[in-house]
T-cell receptor, first 112, second 113 residues
Framework: GAGVSQSPRYKVAKRGQDVALRCDPI?????LFWYQQALGQGPEFLTY????????KSGLPSDRFFAERPEGSVSTLKIQRTQQEDSAVYLC??????????FGPGTRLTVL | QKEVEQDPGPLSVPEGAIVSLNCTYS??????FMWYRQYSRKGPELLMY????GNKEDGRFTAQVDKSSKYISLFIRDSQPSDSATYLC?????????????FGQGTTLQVKP
């Protein structure tokens, strides 16, 4: 089915490296969300896009985190100079109307 | 104190039991309440979506919202081993709402055959 897809599924980075995580939302979905899920915890909001506009980035933990959605479809979450505390699963969700969100499988990031 | 509190469990029940999962919250502005199921190494899957107070039933699942008590519940009837997963409550709402979800920690459920 045409659900939300994310790539890569797994990423191992050395501390200090930059990483880029990709999200392909469901076709036609206007809203796109990024969440961070630490081990044993619920997902925590990072940022929100409506089409190409980033309307809320209040959850980004530091200026090392950057997200974009230049054409209003695919989105990329970039983390610069990764730290061990960045190790988590990064989830992307899309929504047609902003209420019901459909999640992708996530990217599991491990920073060594 | 977190905005949404959820007992992480684990909760272990025999097959066929009725399961009750709960969350409490502190933000009275929340209006939309959801339950997601998450299998190991998978993304969350939406189970139930409720607006404001009341009950909603879908097959073996019943969601209840009590806004006056700031308490939501998910009941699973005739539980199956395939229901073994982590259950996440989530909510959103408020005047400045962008639709972002606030999640509980998740409750791990194991249904034993």
């Amino acid at each position: 089915g045409a659900g939300v897809s994310q790539s890569p599924r797994y990423k191992v980075a050395k501390r200090g490296q930059d990483v880029a995580l990709r999200c392909d939302p469901i076709s036609g979905h206007v809203s796109l969300f990024w969440y961070q899920q630490a081990l044993g915890q619920g997902p925590e909001f990072l940022t929100y896009f409506q089409n190409e506009a980033q309307l809320d980035k209040s959850g980004l933990p530091s200026d090392r985190f950057f997200a974009e959605r230049p054409e209003g479809s695919v989105s990329t979450l970039k983390i610069q100079r990764t730290q061990q505390e960045d190790s988590a699963v990064y989830l992307c969700a899309s929504s047609l109307t902003g209420d019901t969100q459909y999640f992708g499988p996530g990217t599991r990031l491990t920073v060594l | 104190q977190k905005e949404v509190e959820q007992d992480p469990g684990p909760l272990s029940v025999p097959e066929g039991a009725i399961v009750s999962l709960n969350c409490t919250y502190s933000n009275s502005a929340f209006q939309y309440f959801m339950w997601y199921r998450q299998y190991s190494r998978k993304g969350p899957e939406l189970l139930m979506y409720t607006y404001s107070s009341g009950n909603k039933e879908d097959g073996r699942f019943t969601a209840q919202v009590d806004k006056s008590s700031k308490y939501i519940s998910l009941f699973i009837r005739d539980s199956q081993p395939s229901d073994s997963a982590t259950y996440l409550c989530a909510m959103s709402g408020g005047s400045s709402n962008t639709g972002k979800l606030i999640f509980g920690q998740g409750t791990t459920l194991q249904v034993k055959p």
